[in-house]
């Protein structure tokens, strides 16, 4: 079996504009422990996250302590936001048709189809061995939703408020055959990007 340990990122600070280059919080720093304690013991082969800083850094002392290089996949960043995105309304018309997004944003089925491109990539090459993903709630939300479309507004919903949080995906070869929860570390989403 190939397992795939998603992890969401912890507690980025909002206040930081670019959201590629957006760092953690002094909270979300220390919630990274958490990931690390987490994961301790068990056995991780291989480590990639998306682009962005608020992903990498979650998952990097993790991979430390595994002596792993985090590999980066540009596949996995986060959806790109428009403006005035991140409202409960554009959450429900986003996830009631996943082909829309606002004029300067990107759909979640874009997001959905270049991530499962990467998990794919991923599943082919490390069959059978256990793999640590540094993501995104909302990329991480598309991905759940392609293995089980009953994945919607009200899942992601939920998933908003947890940072970081770690589910585990098992596979036998591409079919996903187990999933769960690692760690849930709640937090008030409150930025206008994920």
């Known amino acids: 079996m190939t397992n795939i340990y998603f992890v969401r990122h912890a507690q980025p600070d909002y ?15 220390r919630d990274t422990l958490k990931v690390v304690e987490a994961m301790k013991d068990i056995r991780i082969d291989f480590a ?7 992903s990498y850094d979650t998952i990097k002392q993790t991979a430390d302590e595994h002596g792993l290089d985090i590999i980066i996949d ?10 005035n995105s991140n409202n409960i309304d554009m959450f429900r018309k986003r996830w009631a048709d996943l082909s829309y997004s606002e004029s300067d944003g990107e759909c979640l089925q874009s997001v959905m189809d270049r991530n499962i491109a990467a998990v794919n990539d991923m599943l ?13 709630g909302t990329a991480l939300s598309t991905i759940l ?17 947890f940072m970081p949080y770690i589910i585990r995906l098992g596979f036998n070869g591409r079919e996903l055959v187990e999933k769960e929860e690692i760690l849930i570390v709640k937090k008030e989403f409150k930025g206008n990007n994920r």
């Not at 206040?15 to 720093?29: I, W, Y």
């Not at 082919?124 to 995104?136: K, L, Q, S, W, Y």
């Open 48 to 54: 990639i996250s998306s682009p962005y800083k608020r």
């Open 74 to 83: 540009e596949r996995l960043h986060e959806r790109i936001n428009g403006k």
């Open 15 to 29: 206040a930081f504009a670019e959201a590629s280059k957006r760092p953690l919080t002094e909270e979300g720093e």
């Open 124 to 136: 082919d090459a490390h069959r059978d061995e256990n793999i640590m993903v540094g993501t995104h």
């Open 145 to 161: 939703h392609y293995y089980d479309n009953s994945f919607g507004v009200d899942e992601f919903m939920r998933l908003i408020d």
